[in-house]
């Protein structure tokens, strides 16, 4: 498995951050825009900014995506939260290379029936909250959408913090190589 845009045998480290995003809010607005190979070429951030996405992992067939950390204006929005609360928040884009990686996540989700597994022939992305507590070496996930064809999130697939709770500790995740689930296997 690789992270980032190299291949590594280090240990995740990654300290990853966002604020989250209320989807319901943002109903009707564009949160991606594909690039070649339906790649995402722009992904939106809680500061409302189009930021270019950074690859932080890959398998054959899903690579995770998470916004320009280093804007400003998102670290200003951010720095509070992990001060005074000791976490961050964060959005993972998951983008499936092939529509049989995303019918393997709806059935992973408990959504194998033939609407949502029909469905992903034209839905690409899963976009993710997830809670990351570094001192804790936890991440939790909060809630969990679709993103249909035009880049919009598909408010019939919104998961929220009530419908579920997902929680890994950084300490049960080997090195890579290992054949054994890797932080990549959480966010599929």
Known sequence: MCFG????????????FLAGTSWASIS?????????FGKPAQVLDE?????????????????????????????KLNYRDYFDRGYYTITLFTFYRTPAACRRNQIGWGLGDKAHLDACTDIRYR??????????K????????????????DQTTI???QAF????????????????????????
Not at 51 to 58: E, R
Request: charged share 20%; with cysteine; hydrophobic share 40%.
């Open 159 to 161: 998961e929220t913090r």
């Open 47 to 75: 500061t409302k900014q189009w930021t270019a996405p950074l690859l932080v992992g890959t398998e054959k067939d899903v690579e995770i995506y998470i916004p320009d950390l280093s804007n400003p204006d998102w670290l």
């Open 138 to 153: 936890s991440i939790t996930l909060l809630s969990a959408a679709m993103v249909l064809e035009n880049g919009e999130i």
């Open 5 to 16: 845009t190299t291949c590594s045998k280090h240990r995740l480290s990654i300290v990853l």
């Open 127 to 136: 976009v993710r909250t997830a809670k990351m507590v570094p001192q804790e």
């Open 28 to 36: 009707g607005q564009q949160v991606i825009q594909r690039g070649a």
């Open 165 to 188: 709770r997902f929680g890994i500790s950084w300490t049960r995740i080997p090195s890579p190589p290992s054949k054994r689930p890797t932080i990549l296997s959480a966010f599929r």
